[in-house]
């Protein structure tokens, strides 16, 4: 499952991009990011276990992250995270 963010119009480009990915047989997830700019991985990905995963990124607002798994542990779909 791959969930998008709220686009931020910049004159900026942030050239950074990230992946989220489950195996099917086990379960796990993970996320993966990469980015011209320095330490993003510790403001882009956010886990919880047994709940999920999520990536923001971009002109990054920490507090995506952190709704996002509220929301999951709600037991809530990523689509409804997305809303």
């Known amino acids: ?17 990230s992946i989220i990915a489950r195996d ?7 996320v993966g ?3 011209h700019w320095f330490s993003v991985g510790s403001v882009v990905s ?5 709940i999920g995963v999520v990536a923001t990124q ?7 992250g952190l709704r996002g798994l509220k929301i999951l542990k709600q037991g809530k779909s990523p689509q409804e995270a997305i809303e």
């Open 58 to 64: 971009s002109l990054v607002n920490k507090s995506f």
């Open 46 to 50: 956010w886990g919880e276990a047994g």
């Open 33 to 35: 990011v990469q980015s």
């Open 24 to 30: 099917p047989k086990t379960g796990k997830m993970g």
């Open 1 to 17: 499952m791959i969930l998008k963010t709220n686009q931020v119009k910049s004159k900026f480009f942030a050239h950074t991009y």
